[in-house]
């Protein structure tokens, strides 16, 4: 069998599952429920994307996601519970270089589920996709200076602080410094993933 590429990864999307969440490609129903999360200007506030307005507007994002993936680019997959199957979140991939195997990600929860160690679960899930399965070099992660509760979820990870990058991206009428967070194939531990 012809072992998989990174392009590969990112065109099929593997379901990845935890204690409590599944990680899979967005479905058109699933935006009712997502959209609770990316609905939100208190959960988009330090990120560059803008709340979507209607439930319509997060179902053509889902698929504009799929479109991504499918042509084996860099893609989200939705975070779903898995008791209820509700879609509460995203998390997936920003940017790829191939010449590095270095990837960006990023994530977003929905706010009634913050502060129960989801997202810290989820991006241990997708660390362990990139270095077990994807060999990456390395992976990156950066957060606003004034949101410190995604550096918590980084640093839980096991990803190390490398420094702030001052006025690195121009967010919703503002520069903004952001915290720039990175792990190495060398640094993944398995079954220190998660550090709680
Ligand atoms: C950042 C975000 C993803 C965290 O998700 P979550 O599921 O609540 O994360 P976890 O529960 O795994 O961990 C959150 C940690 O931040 C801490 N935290 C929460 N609010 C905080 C705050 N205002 N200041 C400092 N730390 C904070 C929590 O206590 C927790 O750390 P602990 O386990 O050491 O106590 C979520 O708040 C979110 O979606 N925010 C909006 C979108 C966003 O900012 N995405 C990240 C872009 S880089």
Excluded at 166 to 190: E, H, I, S
Aim: glycine letters at 8%; aromatic letters at 8%.
């Amino acid at each position: 069998m012809t072992e998989m590429g990174v392009r590969d990864y990112f065109a099929a999307m593997p379901m990845l599952t935890t204690a409590r969440l599944v990680l899979r490609p967005g479905q058109a129903r699933d935006a009712e429920s997502l959209f609770r999360c990316t609905g939100d200007p208190e959960v988009a506030r330090y990120v560059l994307w803008t709340p979507h307005r209607s439930v319509a507007e997060c179902r053509s994002h889902i698929r504009y996601l799929n479109r991504k993936a499918r042509g084996g680019e860099p893609s989200s997959w939705v975070i779903a519970l898995r008791d209820t199957g509700r879609a509460i979140g995203t998390i997936g991939f920003t940017s790829y270089a191939d010449e590095t195997r270095t990837a960006e990600v990023g994530y977003s929860i929905a706010r009634d589920q913050w502060n129960r160690g989801i997202a810290t679960e989820a991006l241990s899930a997708l660390l362990s996709l990139c270095f077990e399965r994807m060999k990456l070099h390395r992976v990156e992660a950066l957060h606003d200076v004034e949101n410190p509760a995604s550096g918590h979820v980084m640093q839980h990870c096991g990803m190390r602080y490398e420094g702030t990058l001052r006025q690195k991206v121009f967010n919703k009428g503002q520069w903004r410094d952001v915290c720039l967070w990175a792990m190495l194939d060398t640094d993944y531990r398995p079954s220190a993933s998660i550090r709680r």
